[in-house]
């Protein structure tokens, strides 16, 4: 039989926290002690008064009494316990401590955050959690920006993922300015972690400790450890994720649910030219899609999405090569991220959540974040949701209190609790709707003709733009910018105790309206070297084309000999094909554009849907990044648009040999 046993005065505030005991309000020459019996855990209180003989009920009216006269001169502090220390357990842990409680955090995996920081990587913190965050602690919120990569002041949205043509722009920078309130930032979940964990301090987080049971004693609440130590206080607060335990002791065992996709996510050492302008895209397809944002440092976050079976494993090719196939024609901007991560690099795994309850707890005990509501990661919300609710727990508890303190009443947590649960319901059900609608949009999503067309089967040879693609993006249209404003900002209005301003810091381009509106002033904004790669398996080029964008005065000169006149842009292109003098490509405006010189067999752009057309002779035609050019029709003279990042030199080998890797992957396309 293991035990565990507390001698304490009967005032709980001001009694301390160690490392193995925890404060419990007890009658004085009395202890209380925990007990398993069996296979079955239980935790059974048992009164032993020194000398004397007396029941439970006669020490609770004495702990009652002694509170009450205690009362008047101070309130009391509760002695909350949170099971599960990641971003929800720990905000709330933060919050309360602000608020006077006395908190123990259990968490049976600090290092790991339960796996989060390896499988999940960065998180984004909207706008709103930013704020619910300030609103608990301005300083660790001033550190959690600081640490952050800023994405809501640039260009965010959905895109196609084979043409990479934009489909839809998310404003979230507006609603946050209109607000007062901080702008998106995407931060490593270790980071956070450490930066919440290191506030809350290290004398409240338990570390080896995994909540298993509990027990609502109705004045009291007791949690027993997997190591067999027990503790009780005066709530308890589920924060141990999808998994949890305690959710599975309030309501019994529930199945997760799976959203029918699994998700492999990596890490690049890889900065694309347009990062000052695009802070996170999510790339479409049908029944899967790709997520890529940028996280700071140097890197980039993806996250590729494929429908299919759960419990799924990889063949001995690897996630890499699996990917590379499911993504195949995807455009440049998915392929090179894959292709610069490293296969030992790239995690999988299936993705659930939970429908949430009406119910979010009984008694003394609820449930907060992912344990009541784990949502899809499509709106990048569910961190946010609970950073939300640990606030929100937080002032309900604090206004029990004071509640109590003016009328010199006992302290209704359940109440407090239930106000809790009224305040959130409604706010995350409608945002856990939109994180599994935004999936089933991806599923049925259809940028082309492609499949049902009985006798005009012969039209998915074309790329001709899905009907649905077109209606859908007509309302999103319209939805898009009063969802983000109410997601973004709806909660604001409900913080106590923090100003509505903008950081100083916090500014967008003076160009994101007219990006938002001009798609090709968003491209010519791109900074980065534009190269022609050689494509395709009958090229007789093997070398990339360096175009430089210096000057506008000197065109390049594509032909079958070199040509004096033109001694330092002369490029020879040795192909039956290619006349002597085939083509000018000329830098202007911030784009480049290509002129046939009335060459024999033409020249040919295919376009980033596929479109193949033959360039008019003497008339400038406009290239973009992903086009392909073909000097002459036998495909001997085919070239890929690249953008590649302009930096001053490679900062290291590695980074060489990944540029490499991408350039010699578009030479077998």
Known sequence: MASTMFCNSVNPSTAAFSRTHFPVPVYKNSYIEFSRYDHCINCKFRTRIIGQSRNLTQVKAAVAESLTNNGDREKKKLTILVAGGGIGGLVFALAAKRKGFEVLVFEKDMTAIRGEGLYRGPIQIQSNALAAL????????????????????RINGLVDGISGSWYIKFDTFTPAAEKGLPVTRVISRMTLQQILAHAVGNDIILNDSNVIDFMDHGDKVSVMLENGQCYAGDVLVGADGIWSKVRKKLFGPQEAIYSGYTCYTGTADYVPADIESVGYRVFLGHKKYFVSSDVGDGKMQWYAFHMEPS???????????????????????????MLATDDEAILRRDIYDRTPTFTWGRGRVTLLGDSVHAMQPNMGQGGCMAIEDAYQLAVELERACNKSFESKTPIDIVSALKSYESARRLRVAIIHRMARSAAMMASTYNGYLSVGLGPLSFLTKFPIPHPGRVVRRFFIDLAMPLMLNWVLGGNSSKLEGRSPCCRLSDKASDQLRTWFRDNDALERAMNGEWLLVPSGSETVVSQPIYLSRSDENEPYLIGSESQEDFPRTSIVIPSAQVSKMHAHIRYKDGAFYLIDLRSEHGTYITDNEGRRYRVSPNFPARFRPSNSIQFGSDKKATFRVKVIRSTPKKNSEKEEEEEGEILQAVQKI
């Not at 300030?134 to 002041?153: H, K, N, P, S």
């Not at 799924?312 to 090179?336: A, H, S, T």
């Open 134 to 153: 300030e609103a608990i602690d301005l300083d660790v919120a001033e550190e959690v920006m600081r640490a952050g990569c800023v994405t809501g002041d």
């Open 311 to 337: 419990g799924g494993e990889d063949g001995p090719q690897g996630k890499k090569e699996r990917l590379l196939k499911i993504f195949e024609g995807w455009c440049d901007n998915v392929i090179d991220l």
